[in-house]
Every structure is written in structure tokens, then in C-alpha cells.
């Protein structure tokens, strides 16, 4: 299994500003991958991040609102920009296994809570 | 396309009774099934998969998942609830499609509350 970590854990943030969030894995993963969740809700992936390539956005997130980098296939950085209310969230780290095939199970992060003001 | 479901938004349990949280599944192909947990404040924690053989699979922490193709069901149980498994549960689902690495799709959850 992979142990995953995030910074930073929660922050308050103000309008207008940008927050990079940082995900930490282990050992090396194949697959990387970012979730939104509201509490208490599902979860909505944001993004897989691809080492050494542009990450591959799901319907309704852009980069330019959510970039993402994965120089290494240990760590991996989300980045919320320009923030409103309406970013305020629980983001969350993924990784898969140390192999590519299909049963290879996810694995999470804690979490960043995110209130925008 | 993938989908799972869980039809339950809350499942209340008396401590000690068995519990059982349902989620059934759609996908073009085989699937792979996982389930996960997430206490308050606190990120997924994988409890078990299934991903051939046995329909029935042990997990973390007493829990088990039973497989049924005929039903394209994948329900969640433990024969004896704590009120430490209070908790949100998540069931997945992944099409095994022709190999490689493909998302994940998540149900909605299911709130397990446990009554001491």
C-alpha cells in the first residue's frame, strides 16, 4: 500500500489569492490523481496527473484554474487559483500502485480543507 | 460508461447487530469493486476489493464484501457492529476494459450510523 501525505493540512484563504497544495507519496506510483469533495458528499475528480506531461482534466476543470505538476512519480502539486467561495473544499490526493493494471487500488491523502473567504 | 450506486444515504444500526451497506454496479465489461471508508475530518481508508475468485471478500477491520454477478451487486457487511464503524462508506467500481490503469468511479456514499 502507498501512505500519502498533503500540505497543507487546511487554510483560510481570501479571494483573489492562489494556493498550491502538495502531495507526497511513499513509493512510487504510476498514477496520481486530484479529488474535490464537499463534506459529507462524493467524490469529484479533478484531474489525473501525468509525470512528465500535462495532466488530463476532467469535464468542468481547466488549467488555468487548476494547475497541476508531477515532476517525479512520488509528489504531485494542485494549485487553486484566483479563489472565490466557491473553491472552498476538501481536496484530495489519490495515487495508484506501484503497477498500471486495473486492479490496482487507489489510495488517499488526509485531505486539505479549504475555506475561501 | 461505469456507474455504481448506492442507494442508501444513511443506514442506522443498533451496536452489536449486523450491519449491511448496499451498492450495485454497472459496467461494459468485468468489474473490479472496491470499498472504502472515511471517518470525520479524515481522508478515504481502503477496506477491501474484489477483483476474481472468491465472491466473497474480507476486509479491514471485520468487514466483508460479497460479489454477485447475477445481481451486479457488491454489499458491504459485518456481523457485529461497533459504534467506532460510524462512518461514511464508499463503494467503487472500475471496468477492467482491456488492461491498464482507468478511473475510478465512486458512489455517493452511505453514512453508517451505529447506536450504542
Known amino acids: 500500500s502507498a501512505v500519502i501525505s498533503q500540505k497543507p493540512s487546511r487554510d483560510i484563504c481570501q479571494r483573489g489569492t492562489s494556493l498550491t497544495i502538495q502531495c507526497q507519496v511513499d513509493?512510487?506510483?504510476?498514477?496520481m490523481f486530484w479529488y474535490r469533495q464537499q463534506p459529507g458528499q462524493s467524490l469529484t475528480l479533478i484531474a489525473t496527473?501525468?509525470?512528465?506531461?500535462?495532466?488530463?482534466?476532467e469535464s468542468g476543470f481547466v488549467i488555468d484554474k487548476f494547475p497541476i505538476s508531477r515532476p517525479n512519480l512520488t509528489f504531485s502539486t494542485l494549485t487553486v487559483s484566483n479563489m472565490s467561495p466557491e473553491d472552498s473544499s476538501i481536496y484530495l490526493c489519490?495515487?495508484?500502485?506501484?503497477?498500471?493494471?486495473?486492479?490496482?487500488?487507489?489510495?488517499f491523502g488526509p485531505g486539505t480543507r479549504l475555506l475561501v473567504l | 460508461a461505469q456507474s455504481v450506486a448506492q442507494p442508501e444515504d444513511q443506514v442506522n444500526v443498533a451496536e452489536g447487530n449486523p450491519l449491511t451497506v448496499k451498492c450495485t454496479y454497472s459496467?461494459?465489461?468485468?468489474?473490479?469493486l472496491f470499498w472504502y471508508v472515511q471517518y470525520p475530518n479524515r481522508g478515504l481508508q481502503f477496506l477491501l476489493k474484489?477483483?476474481?475468485?472468491?465472491?466473497l471478500v474480507k476486509g479491514s477491520y471485520g468487514f466483508e464484501a460479497e460479489f454477485n454477478k447475477s445481481q451486479t451487486s457488491f454489499h458491504l457487511k459485518k456481523p457485529s457492529a461497533l459504534v467506532s464503524d460510524s462512518a461514511l462508506y464508499f463503494c467503487?467500481?472500475?471496468?477492467?476494459?482491456?488492461?491498464?490503469?482507468?478511473?475510478?468511479?465512486f458512489g455517493t456514499g452511505t453514512k453508517l450510523q451505529v447506536i450504542p
Open positions: 489519490s495515487a495508484g500502485g506501484s503497477g498500471s493494471g486495473a486492479q490496482e487500488t487507489q489510495y
Open positions: 513509493s512510487q506510483v504510476t498514477m
Open positions: 496527473a501525468n509525470q512528465g506531461s500535462e495532466a488530463t482534466y
Open positions: 459496467v461494459s465489461g468485468n468489474p473490479y
Open positions: 474484489y477483483i476474481t475468485g472468491d465472491n
Open positions: 467503487a467500481v472500475r471496468d477492467r476494459g482491456s488492461g491498464g490503469y482507468q478511473k475510478v468511479t
